[in-house]
């Protein structure tokens, strides 16, 4: 497990297995965010598994598959919403870049492009390419 702190309620990390919740609980976090669609992995990975093992370790568990295609307003508003209501949160897809690119966006609103680009390359994702677009929804 490659968990990768981007502020201290949000941190993203590769597919998690059932066997990283111990650690994940240990570590303190509250909610477990899914941002991997089903069809991309087996079974055992999948989010109803995911989940069963979340909630035994008494944690929260979120699904919001994100697909960059398909990355609206709606999924990007739900990985805000359970940062704020339910942090500290680790999320996950497959590398965590999903996982951080749609936390930029639901936070683009009223953070600088700089403070959300310093936080991805924090966490090793270099995503210079997405100024563009967290400038156009910065509203300061």
Same mark, same amino acid.
């Given at each position: 497990?490659?968990?990768?702190?981007?502020?201290?309620?949000?941190? =993203?990390?590769?597919?998690?297995?059932? &066997?990283?919740?111990?650690?994940? /609980?240990?570590?303190?976090?509250?909610?477990?965010?899914?941002?991997?669609?089903?069809?991309?992995?087996?079974?055992?990975?999948?989010?109803?598994?995911?989940?069963?093992?979340?909630?035994?370790?008494?944690?929260?568990?979120?699904?919001?598959? =994100?697909?960059?295609?398909?990355?609206? %307003?709606?999924?990007?508003?739900?990985?805000?919403?359970?940062?704020? %209501?339910?942090?500290? =949160?680790?999320?996950?897809?497959?590398?965590? &870049?999903? /996982? &951080?690119? =749609?936390?930029?966006?639901?936070?683009?609103?009223?953070?600088?492009?700089?403070?959300?680009?310093?936080?991805?390359?924090?966490?090793g994702y270099q995503l210079d390419h997405l100024r563009p677009h967290l400038d156009a929804r910065y509203q300061g």
């Amino acid at each position: 497990m490659d968990i990768r702190p981007l502020t201290p309620a949000y941190a =993203v990390s590769p597919q998690i297995a059932v &066997t990283d919740l111990p650690a994940i /609980s240990a570590a303190g976090y509250k909610t477990v965010l899914c941002n991997r669609p089903d069809h991309e992995i087996p079974l055992d990975c999948q989010a109803t598994a995911i989940r069963a093992a979340t909630e035994q370790h008494g944690l929260i568990f979120v699904e919001n598959p =994100v697909i960059h295609s398909a990355m609206t %307003e709606e999924i990007i508003a739900l990985q805000r919403q359970t940062v704020e %209501e339910n942090g500290p =949160v680790l999320a996950y897809c497959a590398s965590g &870049t999903r /996982s &951080t690119v =749609v936390w930029m966006l639901g936070y683009a609103t009223d953070t600088s492009a700089e403070d959300l680009l310093a936080a991805a390359t924090r966490g090793g994702y270099q995503l210079d390419h997405l100024r563009p677009h967290l400038d156009a929804r910065y509203q300061g």
